[in-house]
């Protein structure tokens, strides 16, 4: 689970899990105090960090020479058509071959937060007391 909590310091939010809290924030132009990532940046992070874990893993298991691989990931929303539109330039480093590299540029699509985000989704929000 995941929670948020936000006081009366516009917008620090502290976001935790039972083990690990990090701060997000809005940026200064945006009334924020400019002390961690937006949200936006999260979500695109989660896609970013789960792309290149799920990348590592993979190279892993097969026991190719993968270095390092590095993920940048932007996204923008239309509001005519209501779609997101991710993108995300991967640079591979490491001694692979042309097939090793495009097997890994398949496999950047399938990693868990992609898939899901790739989804419909359905919301659920109550009060509690």
Partial sequence: MITARIERTPYETHLSTSSQVIVVDEPFD?????????????????????????????????????????????????????????????????????????RLLDMADRCPIHRTLAQPADFETTLVD
């Fill in 30 to 102: 945006a009334g924020g105090q400019d002390r961690g990532m937006t949200p936006g940046d999260l979500l695109a992070g989660a896609l970013a960090s789960c792309t290149v874990i799920t990348l590592r893993m993979y190279a892993d298991r097969k026991g190719w020479p993968l270095d390092s691989v590095v993920a940048h990931v932007d996204f923008s929303s239309d509001p005519d058509t209501k779609r997101t539109r991710y993108t995300m330039k991967l640079i591979l480093n490491g001694d692979l071959t042309t097939d090793q590299r495009a």
